[in-house]
């Protein structure tokens, strides 16, 4: 990250500057102080005490020096929709998880950009800002360094990122639109499958989505459907509990054979860009079995250009 001091940041004290103007987290800070290479001005390392003045070329190595360990380079087929410095947009395919986990070390999403970087010599270590279930399609935003990692995931937590999924559920009764809130728990039997509580329930979890119904046709319905929380399962769980469950889900609902997975699929995703704060609206075309999917129960439905 490169920066020419002029006009009111001269005079000011690197970390001032790297505080107020950047807003950096004294955790952010801490870490480029201790790099070799970490606050650079005039291409000389300098400490947070340094006074800018006017002219003055200041450089900070937020990208990463060093590569994640344990975690193994894998050439696997990953669109990417998007990709500059400091994220990264995948259009993650079914079937293949997010992070390595038991029984998936070299399947993943970050076996694959650990290969994609390491082929153009960048060290690379895997920061999503979202995740999505295995046979969940759809897009993912990857942070590509410690700065934009730390922004995003602040973004998340004041709602400042947007996502809409697209859904296929099971059963046509719902509302044109509607918002469920029901809290989350695991179930005591398994650390993976989650079900409806009570806000009291000691470990509950508020979950809020919002959704609308875009076409019904055989017994099943085309939602929107945006997470306003970010719990595990969320819409599986949620569109189940109200008897649509999506279709072809094997854990909440019942496999079909019109579709090999949950007939879900991560659409869009509204988010601030780490560096300019300007607002990104991203898009991943529903792949080959989603619209395979669509085009039998919908024959003439087009998705409109704003979902909500």
Excluded: W
């Excluded at 998936?104 to 010599?121: I, P, S, W």
């Excluded at 979202?130 to 730390?150: M, P, Q």
């Excluded at 609206?281 to 704003?306: G, H, K, Q, R, V």
């Amino acid at each position: 990250m490169e920066f020419h001091i002029s006009g009111t940041d001269a005079g000011k004290p690197v970390g001032i500057f790297l505080k107020l103007r950047l807003s950096l987290s004294s955790k952010m800070i801490k870490y480029l102080k201790y790099r070799e290479d970490g606050i650079l001005v005039n291409g000389e390392r300098v400490t947070v005490r340094r006074v800018l003045q006017p002219g003055d070329h200041l450089s900070l190595a937020i990208c990463d020096n060093t590569a994640q360990a344990r975690l193994e380079p894998i050439e696997l087929e990953l669109p990417i929709l998007y990709e500059d410095s400091d994220i990264v947009l995948p259009n993650k395919p079914a079937k293949m998880p997010t992070h390595p986990s038991h029984d998936h070390y070299r399947d993943t999403v970050a076996n694959a950009l650990a290969f994609r970087y390491r082929e153009m010599g960048i060290p690379f270590v895997f920061r999503p800002v979202n995740r999505l279930d295995r046979d969940t399609s759809g897009l993912l935003l990857i942070a590509r360094n410690k700065l934009a990692a730390g922004r995003l995931t602040s973004a998340m937590q004041a709602g400042k990122i947007r996502k809409i999924y697209l859904a296929v559920l099971q059963g046509d009764h719902l509302p044109d639109s509607g918002r469920i809130e029901k809290p989350l728990h695991r179930t005591e039997e398994s650390i993976i499958v989650r079900e409806v509580c009570t806000p009291e329930t000691p470990d509950a979890e508020p979950a809020v989505t919002e959704y609308r119904v875009l076409a019904r046709a055989g017994g099943c319905s085309l939602v929107a459907a945006r997470p306003l929380t970010g719990r595990t399962h969320q819409l599986r769980v949620h569109f189940a509990s109200l008897g649509c469950p999506i279709l072809s889900d094997d854990l909440y609902g019942t496999p079909d054979n019109r579709i090999p997975r949950q007939a879900l699929h991560a659409y869009s995703l509204t988010f601030p860009h780490p560096t300019t704060g300007k607002f990104f609206t991203m898009i991943a075309p529903p792949p080959t079995d989603f619209a395979t999917l669509l085009a039998s129960l919908f024959p003439n439905f087009e998705l409109p250009n704003d979902l909500f």
